[in-house]
């Protein structure tokens, strides 16, 4: 009987690093918002919390640990900035994380990321993510945790994991129907002479150069906004 107080004492301290480690709180502390200046720091920071433990940690870790040193000074956080005080994280978001995934894959042109949320059902495990738009990167970390870096034409290659499957949506308004249509009615090139859009393909073939696959790759143009997550939290 008299261990019971020292006794609920320890799991009240435990608890309370439990909460403390939620996605939540940790994103209320560091004030992890998206928005039109947020760069791939933050990106490197919320890659590293999905991914510490997974074989891919190195490509995030240095420029996590920067940030994250950054975050402590700018809001006077007096705690060391130390990644024990964030990890493990308790995903408390509408898709989490899997726990034991079977394979890694990674999400290019991802949009709010329909594709990402078929393939991590599936047991998949998303080790990197890109997409410049603001509102669909705010959607995103809305929804899974994880801020996508930003544009991938300024991404080498060389800083993307090892994956198994790459999911590419890139921009379909050059080589469909009604894009091609809408292109000539403007007198505008189309196809891979689209030099804005058309030429964003190549991109995820320098991503797949050197690199060895155990399962075949789907490349799947996609609009930007997709409505295929109807439970989805959507970001304001």
């Known amino acids: 009987m008299k261990q019971k107080p020292r006794d609920f004492a320890e799991f009240s301290r ?26 791939n720091d933050l990106a490197h920071l919320t890659h590293y919390f999905q991914n510490h433990k997974n074989g891919v ?60 949320m078929a393939y991590q059902n599936n047991g998949g495990k998303c080790v990197f993510t890109s997409e410049w738009d603001t509102y669909s990167k705010k959607t995103y970390e809305a929804n899974f945790g994880e801020v996508p870096f930003g544009d991938i034409t300024q991404i080498s290659e060389k800083d993307i994991p090892d994956h198994d499957i790459l999911l590419g949506g890139f921009p379909c308004q050059p080589f469909s129907i009604a894009g091609v249509s809408k292109k000539n009615a403007l007198g505008r090139a189309h196809g891979f002479l689209d030099k804005t859009q058309g030429t964003l393909f190549f991109n995820l073939g320098d991503t797949l150069k050197g690199r060895a696959f155990r399962c075949n790759l789907f490349f799947v143009p996609q609009k930007r906004i997709s409505t295929s997550i109807p439970i989805a939290k959507i970001a304001a």
């Open 14 to 39: 435990s608890l309370q690093v439990t909460m403390e480690k939620r996605y939540s709180k940790i994103k209320d502390k560091l004030q992890i918002i998206v928005d039109k200046k947020t760069n």
């Open 57 to 116: 940690s190195q490509y995030f870790k240095p420029t996590a640990k920067e940030y994250l040193t950054e975050l402590h000074e700018k809001l006077n956080i007096v705690e060391e900035p130390d990644f024990q005080y964030y990890l493990p994280i308790k995903w408390d978001i509408p898709f989490p994380p899997p726990t034991e995934p079977k394979f890694k894959f990674i999400d290019l042109f991802a949009g709010i990321g329909g594709l990402r």
